[in-house]
């Protein structure tokens, strides 16, 4: 029997490089993909009351017309205050994407190089790591590689710039002597195996992070 899941997004980038992963990976789940990418503008507006009554609504949509069991945010640009607020009214479990990614990150070392496209994104990954590393009782040292250029031109379906910056960022990042690499958002992790290949750094995207996060709810006892 397949689990119900469904991801909430905020950007039609983010659907593709999931459902390649999800489809390999993961194929007992059943999964409902939920976008509204005005989330992105309220976000970086900072309207946020308007944007968790609008994540409540797809969330209640989720539960109650594809029986999902569980829901997986996908944004990054989610704020603690947002999903702490939809989490409470949501009536199924709500995990966030970047979430385990950032605790796999601080448990591998101390300098943690961090990739981020969207702007709004850079103080959400910072308190994310620092939080996940006071969780763990560790120090870290943050890096991060803003590419605001980048996303942008994925939007407008020019994906080689956008890998071709990505890539040159990861490249400088890794020559800065981080532990590990954090790709900030689920859209850039297209380029995650080029990158791997490119760089002996470690690089971690939310797919498979994500994934065990999602195994462990659905066999947690309810």
Known sequence: MKHNIAFIHASPAAIPPLMQFYSGAAPDLQIT????????RLFAAGSFAVAGNRLRQMLATARDVYAAELAMLTCSAVPRQVLDAVRAL?????????????????AMGKRIGVMVT????????????????????REIDLDVEALPEAYPALLAGDNDTHDRLLLAGIDRLAARQVDVVVLAQVSMARVLARATAAVPVPILSS????????????????
Do not use: H, W, Y
């Open 33 to 40: 993909n939920l976008l509204d990418d005005g989330l992105l």
């Open 90 to 106: 949501a009536r199924l479990p709500v995990l966030k994407i970047d979430e385990p990614m950032a605790q796999r990150a601080v």
């Open 118 to 137: 969207f702007p709004p994104t850079v103080e959400l990954a910072r308190k994310l790591l620092l939080d996940a590393a006071a969780e763990l009782g």
């Open 207 to 222: 797919l498979e992070t994500s994934l065990a996060a999602i195994r462990e709810a659905i066999r947690r006892p309810a």
